[in-house]
């Protein structure tokens, strides 16, 4: 079995086109011994590569082209599995598009082709060279800087950033962590994460429940939250809960009783918003519609967590239009090197964007994550890069700066 990865890729700005020659030569016997085919495309300031050859041999010259400080912004567009070559000679082929007539390179690369195996047009490797060579997806191939190039230091001057001293409840705790629009400098929403009262994870709380008590006491829990957000000094911040979509089925006049809680606490419905997990939603989707009409029609706010993460996620965009989406970690996880997660992603904000909801990115751990969502057009985002959630109180947030150094 035969693996073929394609990548595209940044020259870096400091780095003279004149190395590629010493390192073409260098790849084709590196190439050649391994087995490897190399077939690489340069415009100047791109790069795109096909390596095909056995599966440890294309991974492992993979790994040594990622790590090559020549380039950056190395995105992963395909990997897969084929029974033969596309390309039959082993080494490395360079093909300099600026030294090209645009409409004969894809000839030309199809001309290497091995005659065993037809390169025709509906080959996804070689699509993908067309794509390329015509640029018909450039707007999308965004150079960010490295990761080095910000620093995250929390403000703890922020006057809002404080921690509770009294037991709100014998049941449970919540830990809050912000939504916060880094450019902006702004804090866009505060999240209250469900504990212990010890402050162990949110599963180790549903643990101790059984069976349907967990429905009543999920609603309840929000009242603590409610209570807890408005001693930390909410103020008119908008205030984020976690409900199982079943709640409110489950339990009756759940709407009304979050309604009562949210004035006992000097809230008002509008600053709040409800998260539901998708995966959740999507197993008694009808049931769960009329709720949402109730919660909406008070004025409270619905998101979908965890979005893109099940399996359902673009269909509940039609059958139900919540106001913010939360993109799923798994998602965003490393976006800035997975071409595969970065076509989803941008999908989803098309999508969100034409449906006027908003859309956070949540998970986010690196800087380059962070710069590569912010490049797509998202501005909200939660994670530890920024804030890790705190227990009865409101973390000090780290803002981007720009290090002096660069
Ligand atoms: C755009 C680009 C493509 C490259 N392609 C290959 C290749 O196909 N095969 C290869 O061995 N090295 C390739 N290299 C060079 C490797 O990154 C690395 O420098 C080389 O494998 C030598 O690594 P070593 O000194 O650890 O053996 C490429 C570098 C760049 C910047």
Redesign the pocket.
């Known amino acids: 079995m035969l693996t073929t990865i394609i990548y595209r ?1 940044h020259l870096r700005d400091h780095v003279p086109v004149t190395v590629l020659e010493d ?1 073409v030569v ?2 084709n016997e ?2 050649s011994k391994a087995g490897v085919s ?1 077939i ?1 495309l340069f415009n100047g300031k791109l ?1 795109f ?1 096909l ?1 095909e050859g056995p599966d440890e041999s294309v991974r492992a ?1 993979y790994q ?2 990622c790590a ?1 400080e ?2 950056h912004n190395v995105v992963e567009l395909l990997c897969d599995y084929s029974p033969a070559r596309r390309f039959g000679k082993t080494g ?1 082929e360079l093909f300099d598009l600026r030294t090209y007539d645009r409409r004969e390179v894809l000839q030309t690369v199809m001309d290497k082709g091995t005659t065993r195996f037809q390169l025709i047009y509906n080959d996804r490797a070689l699509q993908f060279f067309r794509t390329f060579v015509e640029e018909s997806e450039i707007e999308n191939y965004f150079e960010i800087p490295p990761a080095d190039y910000w620093e995250f230091i929390p403000d703890t001057s922020d006057a809002s950033v404080r921690t509770l001293h009294t037991r709100y409840s014998e049941t449970c705790s919540f830990a809050f962590q912000p939504i916060i629009d880094p450019m902006a400098r702004e804090r866009v929403t505060l999240e209250a994460l469900i504990r212990t009262p010890s402050g162990e994870p949110a599963q180790r709380w549903f643990e101790g429940l059984q069976g349907d008590e967990i429905y009543a006491a999920d609603l309840k829990s929000k009242s603590v939250a409610f209570a807890m957000a408005s001693a930390l000094g909410l103020g008119e911040q908008s205030l984020s809960v976690n409900l199982l979509p079943m709640t409110l089925v489950n339990v009756p006049d759940a709407v009304n009783y979050l309604l009562q809680e949210i004035a006992a606490n000097g809230l008002v419905p509008e600053q709040i918003v409800v998260e539901f997990t998708e995966n959740e939603v999507i197993s008694r989707l009808d049931d769960f519609t009329g709720s949402v009409r109730e919660l909406k029609a008070a004025g409270i706010g619905v998101a979908i967590d965890h979005f893109g993460g099940g399996f359902g996620g673009l269909l509940l965009l039609a059958q139900f239009q919540p106001d913010r989406i939360k993109i799923n970690r798994d998602l965003i996880r490393d976006i800035h090197k997975s071409g595969p997660r970065q076509a989803i992603v941008l999908a989803i904000i098309k999508c969100c964007t034409t449906l006027e909801i908003l859309i956070s990115a949540v998970g986010i751990e690196k800087a380059e994550e962070w710069m590569w969502l912010e490049s797509a057009g998202v501005s909200q985002f939660q994670g530890h890069l920024f804030a890790r959630p705190e227990l009865a109180g409101i973390p000090a947030i780290a803002w981007p700066e720009r290090t002096e150094d660069i």
């Open positions: 890729s390192m260098a790849a590196k190439n190399g690489l790069f590569q390596l010259i040594t082209i090559d020549r380039h490395m």
